[in-house]
């Protein structure tokens, strides 16, 4: 056991602990936490904004952290400057140098390095060859040795020599051998790009970052760099962190995925696994286009959703849950009466739907269009088109249909004013502040709710027994081990880790099912106080509609 | 409080401020504090009423009151405002059709017409003062006797002529950098749209390089007033600022190096303020076109 | 534009070859460097103009640096500051100048007053192009030096300063070229004490020697000729190799 556990440890190069980076009030990465294994190609994929790049400039020391951990070999280098960081980066419009050539460039990194070594002189002879009479210099190291005849280990610099080697290696590599003496100038933004690739890994550093690197090329060369990339990184096996905003690039070239949006996680996992099970409605759409319907669970293997029971792989949701169904474009095989489709596909459960064509548009490869069934619009790709107009069945394979949990945002929570600064919430009396409900409120100095004048506005209002809705937000609702350490008890249902955290659920005694995001795993049935903080709930009068 | 976290709290301080940006500021500062020694020696002066600044003495109007009643200095002022205002208008037009015309010449021409360009900046003024002077000697003294018979002599148009022609390679340069950023399909655009090429240019290229135009123009106003050498090799016996202050500098008296005190005070104000209205103008049309998008 | 930039030096060469008679001589030429008087005018004008430059480059380039630095200078605007000195008519800030050295003592030393006051007025030409070159420099080539494992000093003499290199020619050639030829700086601070190039320049134009004055002149030009060429022979010369 302990030995396996060393083992993950030896396997994991960076790991990320609670990073958080703020500006001002913004924060623009939130608690991130991530394990890269050594020789992984881990990819951040977001919108422009999401906090990947800021979290790429963190790993290598562009940007300072708030708060958390960075660590590399389990060291924390959150601290070290970036020149004294083992990493690399390829930048986003490369960034070499003008004013040196492409050799310079590439042997910037080299040059500045210290190895260990021993102390040596340089010698030059110059050797007559004997047939020809030309001259010829030839240089050799020799080592110092100290009284007692030992050599002496000094931190030397690379020799000329073993630079040039390196650096005709790394050219070899990017496939640009003769252009050493080249000037940047005159570089194609595609040779640029191979340059700042030969620059960062000649180093040979334990992580290579790239941020954006083919962002700047055109489609082409984007797909050809993209496999080269991939065999660069398994023939030299070095570790690759890659941003980018293109998740078909993401999905081609890594081992594993972190979509990121608003600067959080929103799922880790293989392309397979972010493609085929997205957690949530932003990674369904941000991983290419999604219908994402909703649907109600009628038992296990069934969901039902446009007007219609389908079959499905999914199990485990409660009665009649309402779940949000993804459902790829790709994934719908369109056929009209008449047209023969494989019998072998045909499922028990018929999953077909009658649909009619409402646009249909030729993409190059395939036709986009879209159907609609039951008043729900479908988006369906498919090789052979439909004309508009068109009756059409939709057929979606049981394994195609892909059911996420309902996204709750936020914990919503009915309950009632009982005095002038404490509700009644799912069986216990919370401390709230009222004075955010009611405008120009505020406590007088023995603790009951006044008007601007300074007088009781409870009895007048009529406050007493009045319904507030309690929103709280995942992260604010705090658990306790001990269950009267909490405001509510209750227990655990489930618990998952979201690649940051864990997200529990929890069914309070009284029946309302909490979300609670924790940075400890609970088991199912664990009996947990939730403890409210006061100052993070929004407090919302219910509405009363009258009657007149 | 403990010695342990008194030692912690300054050590904080210290990380706050780090000790490289703390000198890095006061570097500044010493500079800055030599820069304007000497104008602020001449602003407290100018108050004082006294024949040599540093000598005590007392709190004093007399200074801009004999400034605004000189007439020499008055006539100085009057002039050089007119030669000013002239030159930086023409070298603003003639820089702006100089660099359009620079800027649609092929390679070669251009070329040397941007090297020739180049020698007027750098060329010190002295040469240019003394190469006018020569110039206006040799081929307009005789040619002007031809135009207007006894009536041509340095003066106004001579010193108006050098400014032009030190000011005019600076607008050049001002607004060629500008022109190539121009979007070239425009001014064919317009032509395409059936406007002639002068019509396009001036609808099209002009509204573009405006900024750069008025920032030619100030630069233009800069150089001449600051200009010393041209004018006094080509002006005969017009009185400038320049020369006013220079000889009140090598010959001056009590009250005439008052004025000067005064007038370098109202120069320094002046320029502070348009630079003040000037920033916050840029800034409120920065912010306004963010707003927009 | 041809008549008034071709015409004036075409003259300036005229007159440096003739005597005032209108015949062809060398005796203008030869007597810049046989007579001791204009020899060391010129020699002083070059020695004063590489020294004031010199210094300028000194005290301007950290400046610019730390104006152009985020990590130092928050406010974009503070560079202005260096500018408005610029706006006061340049003789009423020599003659601030120069009260301003009576007042410490210093204008007693001649060399030192002119040296002072070259510095004092061209300081903000070296700034200004220094400035600007570092602020068009992509900060992520620094981020890449540093990645690289450079430490912030070998970013700064790695990077940093040799990108920066046209605009110290720049800055150079703006403060070289007026401060070799200036004429009243001298005049005023050191009472004539200090006779450079462009005092006699004007001395021989006052004392309507025009012809020496035009071979002064023509060695003025040829130096700021020479200057530029080398400056553009540097970039044309970083052409050829692409």
Same mark, same amino acid.
């Given at each position: ?14 790991? +990320? ?73 390829? +930048? ?225 949701? #409660? ?15 369109? +056929? ?83 005095? #002038? ?52 937000? +995942? ?74 | ?25 006061? /570097? ?5 504090? *030599? ?5 602020? /020696? ?21 200074? /801009? ?53 180049? *020698? ?174 | ?242």
């Amino acid at each position: 056991m302990e030995n396996n556990k060393d083992n993950l440890k030896k396997e994991i190069l960076i790991e +990320f602990k609670g990073v958080t980076k703020q500006y001002g009030t913004s924060l623009a990465v939130e608690d991130f936490s991530l394990q890269v294994k050594r020789g992984e190609f881990v990819t951040l994929l977001g919108p422009s904004g999401c906090g990947k790049t800021t979290t790429l400039r963190m790993l290598a020391g562009f940007e300072n952290i708030t708060s958390g951990e960075i660590l590399l070999n389990g060291e924390d280098i959150s601290k070290l400057p970036p020149n004294k960081r083992p990493l690399n980066t390829v +930048f986003q419009k490369y960034a070499l140098f003008p004013h040196m050539n492409v050799e310079n460039n590439i042997a910037f990194g080299l040059k500045l390095k210290r190895v260990e070594g021993i102390k040596e002189k340089k010698k030059v002879e110059v050797v007559v060859c004997e047939s020809t009479g030309a001259k010829q210099k030839v240089i050799s190291y020799e080592p110092v040795l100290d009284a007692n005849g030992n050599t002496i280990p000094v931190m030397r610099k690379l020799r000329k020599e073993e630079i040039d080697e390196k650096v005709q290696k790394a050219l070899k590599l990017v496939d640009l051998p003769d252009f050493a003496k080249r000037h940047i100038e005159s570089l194609s933004g595609g040779q640029q790009q191979r340059i700042a690739i030969a620059r960062a890994i000649v180093n040979e550093p334990a992580v290579l970052l790239l941020d954006e690197p083919l962002g700047a090329l055109d489609l082409k060369l984007r797909q050809e760099m993209q496999l080269e990339l991939r065999q660069m990184h398994k023939e030299l096996g070095i570790t690759f962190i890659y941003v980018t905003h293109d998740q078909e690039e993401a999905l081609t070239m890594s081992d594993r995925i972190v979509v990121m949006n608003m600067g959080k996680i929103l799922q880790v996992g293989t392309p397979k696994q972010i493609y085929d099970e997205p957690e949530n409605g932003f990674v369904a759409n941000f991983i290419g286009e999604s219908n994402i319907i909703s649907g109600v669970m009628e038992a296990d293997y069934k969901v039902t959703f446009a007007g219609k029971t389908f079959t499905c792989i999914d199990y485990g949701f #409660d009665k009649n849950e309402r779940v949000d169904v993804v459902i790829r474009p790709e994934d719908i095989e369109l +056929f009209v009466n008449g047209d023969s489709r494989p019998a072998k596909d045909k499922p028990a459960g018929d999953n077909t739907l009658q649909g009619l064509v409402v646009s249909s548009l030729f993409k190059g490869v395939h036709y986009e269009m879209e159907v609609e069934a039951n008043g729900v619009g479908f988006l369906v790709q498919s090789t052979t088109g439909y004309s508009v107009g068109e009756n059409v069945n939709l057929y979606i394979k049981p394994d195609y249909i892909h059911i996420m949990e309902k996204e709750k945002e936020a914990n919503v929570i009915k309950g009632k004013i009982i005095d #002038d600064d404490a509700i009644l919430l799912q069986g216990a009396k919370i401390k709230v502040d009222l004075t955010a409900l009611i405008e120009n409120s505020a406590y007088d100095d023995s603790g009951y709710l006044v008007n601007a004048a300074g007088e009781r506005i409870a009895n007048e209002l009529d406050l007493y027994g009045k319904n507030v809705e309690v929103t709280m937000a +995942f992260g604010d609702i705090e658990l306790k081990d001990n269950e009267s350490e909490g405001d509510i008890k209750g227990t655990v249902i489930t618990s998952f880790y979201k690649g940051t955290h864990y997200q529990a659920r929890v069914k309070a005694d009284k029946g309302y099912e909490f979300f609670v995001s924790t940075n400890y795993s609970y088991d199912d049935g664990d009996r947990v106080g939730l403890v409210l903080v006061p100052s993070k709930m929004v407090l919302k009068l219910e509405e009363v509609e009258k009657v007149d | 409080m403990d010695t342990k976290t008194r030692t912690t709290a300054i050590s904080e301080w210290f990380k706050k401020v780090s000790p490289k940006k703390v000198l890095a500021r006061s /570097y500044l500062a010493l500079v800055l504090l *030599i820069l304007y020694a000497p104008i602020f /020696y001449m602003v407290f002066f100018s108050f004082m009423d006294v024949r040599f600044m540093g000598m005590d003495g007392n709190f004093t109007f007399d200074n /801009y009151r004999f400034m605004f009643n000189d007439p020499t200095l008055r006539r100085a002022l009057r002039n050089t405002l007119i030669i000013t205002l002239t030159s930086a208008t023409i070298a603003t037009i003639l820089g702006t059709l100089g660099a359009i015309g620079i800027f649609y010449m092929n390679r070669n021409p251009k070329r040397v017409m941007l090297f020739g360009n180049q *020698i007027n900046v750098v060329n010190p003024e002295v040469v240019t003062a003394m190469g006018l002077f020569l110039f206006f000697t040799v081929a307009f003294m005789p040619l002007g006797d031809l135009i207007l018979p006894h009536n041509f002599a340095f003066g106004f148009v001579t010193i108006i002529i050098g400014h032009v022609a030190l000011c005019t390679p600076f607008v050049v340069l001002n607004i060629l950098p500008r022109l190539r950023r121009i979007n070239p399909n425009n001014y064919e655009a317009a032509l395409d749209l059936g406007a002639s090429p002068f019509h396009a240019l001036r609808r099209v290229i002009i509204p573009e390089i405006f900024p750069a135009m008025l920032g030619a123009f100030v630069l233009s106003i800069t150089l001449s007033l600051d200009d010393f050498l041209i004018t006094r090799f080509n002006s005969g016996v017009v009185e400038t600022l320049s020369l006013y202050i220079y000889s009140a500098a090598r010959f001056g008296n009590a009250e005439t190096m008052g004025a000067i005190r005064a007038l370098a005070t109202v120069m320094f104000v002046g320029a502070i303020s348009i630079i003040a209205i000037g920033t916050l103008a840029q800034n409120r049309l920065a912010r306004s076109k963010f707003k927009k998008t | 534009m041809v008549i008034f930039v071709l015409m004036p030096i075409l003259l300036i060469i005229f007159y440096a070859f003739t005597n005032a008679d209108g015949n062809f001589t060398l005796e203008n030429v030869t007597g810049l460097f046989t007579e001791q008087y204009r020899r060391s005018a010129i020699l002083r004008s070059v020695g004063m103009g590489i020294s004031a430059t010199a210094i300028c480059l000194l005290i301007g380039y950290p400046v610019a640096y730390i104006l152009s630095n985020r990590k130092y200078n928050k406010i974009s605007v503070l560079i202005i500051l260096f500018l408005v000195p610029m706006w006061v008519h340049f003789l009423l800030r020599t003659i601030a100048t120069r009260e301003l050295l009576q007042n410490f003592g210093l204008l007693e030393f001649s060399y030192f007053a002119v040296l002072f006051g070259l510095v004092y007025n061209f300081l903000p030409f070296m700034i200004f192009p220094i400035y600007s070159s570092l602020m068009r420099m992509d900060y992520s080539l620094q981020e890449a030096s540093s990645d690289l494992g450079a430490t912030n000093m070998q970013t700064f003499t790695r990077v940093i300063v040799p990108m920066s290199v046209p605009g110290i020619m720049a800055g150079t050639v703006m403060v070289l070229t007026p401060a070799i030829s200036t004429f009243v700086i001298s005049d005023i601070l050191s009472s004539g004490r200090v006779r450079l190039l462009g005092d006699l320049i004007f001395n021989y134009f006052e004392g309507r020697q025009h012809n020496v004055g035009a071979a002064l002149s023509l060695v003025l030009f040829m130096l700021v000729f020479v200057s530029l060429l080398l400056s553009k022979e540097e970039k044309t010369g970083r052409g050829a190799s692409i």
